[in-house]
């Protein structure tokens, strides 16, 4: 199953699951993760549903491509990281 994780800096404003799952696309598994918690949808994606700008998904080590449609495939052994961008100085 793959693992979905979301980084500690994103759960101090919203409950964050970790997620083990049947997914076979990053936008099914998005889904999954907000089932478990409506709210989390707003903090990861805009209201066209696509990725949001300071939002970065990681696949097995690699950025996701398909930030629009979150088509990116994923198998049983995939390790998916979702981060907010962080800026400042």
């Known amino acids: 199953m793959a693992h979905v994780e979301f980084t500690s800096q994103l759960h101090r404003y919203v409950d964050t699951p970790r997620l083990d799952c049947d997914a076979r696309t990053l ?11 409506p709210r989390l949808r707003g903090y990861i994606l805009d ?3 696509h990725l949001r700008t300071h939002v970065a998904v990681f696949i097995d080590g690699q950025r996701a491509r398909d930030r629009h449609q979150l088509s990116d495939p994923l198998t049983a052994q995939s390790k998916v990281y979702v981060l907010q961008a962080l800026s400042g100085g």
């Open 27 to 37: 936008g099914e598994a998005l889904t999954l993760a907000f089932d478990s918690n």
């Open 47 to 49: 209201d066209q549903g």
